[in-house]
C-alpha cells in the first residue's frame, strides 16, 4: 500500500499541512500527505478571506519563497482591497475576499499536479519515536507508515472540543471528528501541552438579508494581486461586501443567554484571540459602546451562503437567531449552521527550533495552531518553513532561517520560540520592527533569492524578480541625475502648497517632498520620455516611488538591523550551563536554560532577561 519509507510526512491538510506538503515535494522530498477528509483539503474554516493587516505581507512572503497561497489566492478572489492606502507603503497590506469552496478545489488540484506527493485518507493516531528520533506514524487501523520526518500540522483537531451554549460535543470543526492519541504520545515524550479557543459566527442565507439597508463595501478600483508570478492576473470584475451594525437591542438579547454561555459560566476555561473577541466578549467588555460594526462577506461567486465577520460567538443557538434577526438588513434572516466555540490542544512553541524542528525529538516539526498561533496565513507560513527544512535536514543542507529583518515570518517564528504564548498568537505590524524594510511590496527582492538557492524558487521567478530590481533601481537613479526645471517645477509645487524654487534641481529631490506623488512626477516630459523609451511598467514606477520616497527611513533601519546582526552572529556554545552563572538573575538562568537560545541576539529578545544579564552573559563568554 505504500513504500517502504516516505522522506517526509506531513499530518493535516490545511494551511499548513498543504504548504508543508507542497513545499518538502517540490524539493525533491518523497512526501505523503494524511489527512481525515481529502474532501476538505486547506479549507477555510473561518472566515473566507486571505491577507489583511501584516497577514497580507505575510501571503507575498509565502509567494516570493514558492509556496502556493498567494497564487491559489489571486486564481479564486472575488474581490481585492489594499488596506491602509492612507499611510505609508510600509504600512499597506493587500486582502482577497476568496470564494470558499474554489479555494479549497484549487488547493488540492494543485497538490495532485505536485511530483513526489502522496495521499492518505485516514486518522493518524500515533507516533513512532525510538531513541529521541522520529521514525514515522500509526493510524487508526493500526497501519505504520515510516518516514525520515515527520510534520504536525493538527490545527484545531487535536482533542477538539465544540461549545454551543450548553451543548458541547467533541469535533475538530463543524461536522468533523476531533483527533485523538497524538497529543498522548507527545505528552509521553516529555512535551507540555495546553489548552486554546478560537471561535466562528453563523452562516446564513444571503438570500434573507435586504442589502438595502446596509452600506456597500466594494473593491479596490484597479485591484492587484498577491503573486508575484504571471500565473495570476488582478480581477477583471468583482464581488461587493457589505457592513451594518450590531444595536443596544442586539445587546440586550445577546446578554439574555450569559447564564447559558461558555465563555461566563467556566466550561470554557482557554484563552481566546485578544483582538478577535466573540459577540459576546465585546459586549461585555466595551459595555459602552452602542454597538459593533459587521461585515457581511459572500462565500463565493455563486453560493448564497453569507459569512458574518464581526459575530463571531458560542452562545446557545436561540439566542444567536434572535439577535440577528434584531441587527438591521437581517429582520428575515435564516440561519445555515450556529456560530461555535471550540477548545484544543497546543504545545508551547518554545519547545522548537528556529527551523520549527522540536528539541526533544529529532526529525518532528510543529506548524500551526499546534504552535499557538491563529490565523490561515500564519499557518500556511510556519507549514512551508517547516516543509522546506524537514527536506533540508533529510538532504542534509544547511536550514532555512529568516531573521527578524529579512521577513515577518522571520518574526513570526523567532516570537514563537523565544517568547512562548500563551493566548492564540496573530501578526501584526507592530510586531516587526523593521516594517519599512518587510514591506508588501519587495518580499520577491527579499526572499525569492533563498527560495532559489534552496531549490523551491523556479529561474524563471529568480529572473523576473531581478528584472524589477535592476529596473526599478534604474529608474532611481534616473530621478538623482536627470534635472528639472523651474518653470516645470514651480506650477507643480504650487498646486500642492509646496514652497516654489528659484533654481533647477534633480527631480529626486522634488520628488522627495511629502506632497509630491507619482501623478506629479509623470507631468514632467523627461520623465514621460524616459517611460515611453525604457517600456517602464506601474510595478516599477511604484517601487522606485517608495524607493524614493523612504530612502532616509530604510537606509536608517538597515544600519539599526546590521547592528544587531552582529549579535545574531555571536553563537552561544549548544549546551552552555547558565546555572554557572553568578552574578546572572534566578529568572534569566531559568529562561535561557529552558528555551536555549542560539544566539545573543536571540537571548536578548527572552521576557525576564535584562541587558546586564546580556553582558554578564557575554564576559562569560569570553567577548
Known amino acids: 500500500m505504500f513504500q517502504d519509507e516516505y522522506d517526509v ?44 493587516i501584516a497577514k497580507g505581507q505575510i501571503v507575498r512572503e509565502i509567494d516570493a519563497l514558492g509556496g502556493y497561497s498567494g497564487i491559489i489566492s489571486d486564481k479564486t478572489a472575488i474581490q481585492f482591497k489594499m488596506l491602509n492606502k492612507s499611510k505609508g507603503p510600509a504600512m499597506w497590506s493587500p486582502r482577497v475576499q476568496s470564494d470558499r469552496m ?7 488540484l494543485m497538490l495532485e499536479q505536485t511530483p513526489n506527493l502522496d495521499f492518505y485518507q485516514e486518522m493518524v493516531k500515533g507516533l513512532v519515536i525510538e531513541k529521541g528520533k522520529i521514525k514515522g506514524i500509526t493510524t487508526s487501523l493500526g497501519v505504520e507508515i515510516r518516514s525520515k520526518a515527520v510534520v504536525l500540522t493538527n490545527g484545531t483537531f487535536l482533542n477538539g472540543l465544540i461549545h454551543i451554549g450548553e451543548k458541547q460535543f467533541g469535533g475538530g470543526r463543524a461536522g468533523e471528528s476531533a483527533a485523538y ?66 444595536s443596544l437591542d442586539v445587546h440586550d438579547i445577546l446578554r439574555e443567554g450569559f447564564d447559558r454561555s461558555p465563555m461566563f459560566n467556566g466550561r470554557i476555561k482557554s484563552l481566546g484571540p485578544r483582538y478577535c473577541p466573540s459577540i459576546e466578549d465585546k459586549i461585555n467588555r466595551f459595555a459602552d459602546k452602542e454597538r459593533h460594526q459587521l461585515f457581511i462577506e459572500p462565500e463565493g461567486w455563486n453560493t448564497v451562503e453569507v459569512y458574518v465577520n464581526g459575530f463571531s460567538t458560542s452562545l446557545p443557538e436561540d439566542i444567536q437567531f434572535k ?7 437581517f429582520e428575515k434572516v435564516k440561519f445555515f449552521r450556529p456560530g461555535y466555540a471550540i477548545e484544543y490542544d497546543y504545545f508551547q512553541p518554545t519547545q522548537l527550533k528556529h527551523t520549527l524542528e522540536t528539541k526533544l525529538v529529532e526529525g518532528l516539526y510543529f506548524a500551526g495552531q499546534i504552535n499557538g498561533t491563529t490565523g490561515y496565513e500564519e499557518a500556511a507560513s510556519q507549514g512551508l518553513m517547516a516543509g522546506i527544512n524537514a527536506s533540508l535536514k533529510i538532504k542534509e543542507k544547511a536550514p532555512l532561517i529568516l531573521k527578524r529583518d529579512e521577513a515577518y515570518i522571520g518574526v513570526l517564528i523567532d516570537d514563537l520560540i523565544t517568547k512562548g504564548t500563551e493566548e492564540p498568537y496573530r501578526m501584526f505590524t ?50 538623482k541625475e536627470t534635472s528639472v526645471s523651474v518653470a516645470e517645477m514651480n506650477p507643480i509645487l504650487e498646486s500642492k502648497s509646496s514652497a516654489a524654487v528659484n533654481q533647477s534641481d534633480k527631480m529626486f529631490k522634488m520628488f522627495s517632498r511629502p506632497q509630491i506623488d507619482l501623478a506629479d512626477m509623470l507631468q514632467l516630459e523627461k520623465v514621460k ?51 554557572k552563572i553568578k552574578s546572572m538573575s534566578i529568572e534569566a538562568k531559568q529562561k535561557l536554560s529552558k528555551i536555549r537560545p542560539v544566539t545573543i541576539s536571540q537571548a536578548s529578545r527572552i521576557s525576564g532577561v535584562s541587558p546586564s544579564d546580556i553582558s554578564v552573559l557575554l564576559i562569560y563568554m569570553g567577548r
Open 9 to 52: 510526512i506531513v499530518v493535516g491538510a490545511g494551511h499548513a499541512g498543504s504548504e508543508a506538503a507542497a513545499a518538502a515535494a517540490n524539493m525533491g522530498s518523497k512526501t505523503l500527505l494524511v489527512t481525515m477528509s481529502l474532501q476538505n483539503i486547506a479549507q477555510m474554516s473561518c472566515n473566507p478571506a486571505m491577507g489583511g
Open 102 to 108: 474554489r479555494f479549497a478545489e484549487e488547493w488540492r
Open 181 to 246: 492519541g497524538i497529543t498522548e504520545d507527545l505528552l509521553n515524550a516529555g512535551f507540555e501541552s495546553g489548552r486554546m479557543k478560537t471561535g466562528t459566527p453563523p452562516r446564513v442565507d444571503g438570500r434573507s438579508l435586504d442589502y438595502s439597508k446596509m452600506n456597500e463595501e466594494k473593491g479596490d478600483d484597479k485591484p492587484d494581486k498577491f503573486s508575484y508570478s504571471d500565473l495570476t492576473q488582478p480581477l477583471a470584475f468583482q464581488k461587493s461586501c457589505h457592513m451594518t451594525y450590531t
Open 323 to 329: 439577535a440577528l434577526r434584531s441587527v438591521v438588513g
Open 430 to 479: 507592530s510586531r516587526a520592527e523593521y516594517r519599512t524594510l518587510l514591506r508588501q511590496d519587495n518580499a520577491d527582492f527579499r526572499l525569492t533569492p533563498k527560495s532559489y538557492e534552496i531549490g523551491l524558487a523556479s529561474e524563471k521567478r529568480l529572473r523576473r524578480m531581478e528584472h524589477k530590481r535592476n529596473e526599478s533601481e534604474k529608474m532611481v537613479a534616473f530621478y
Open 529 to 579: 520620455v524616459y517611460i515611453a523609451e525604457n517600456n517602464v511598467d506601474q510595478e516599477i514606477l511604484e517601487q522606485a516611488e517608495i524607493q524614493v520616497k523612504y530612502s532616509g527611513y530604510i537606509d536608517k533601519e538597515r544600519n539599526n538591523a546590521d547592528k544587531l546582526t552582529r549579535l545574531e552572529d555571536v553563537k552561544i556554545p549548544e549546551n552552555f550551563d547558565y546555572k
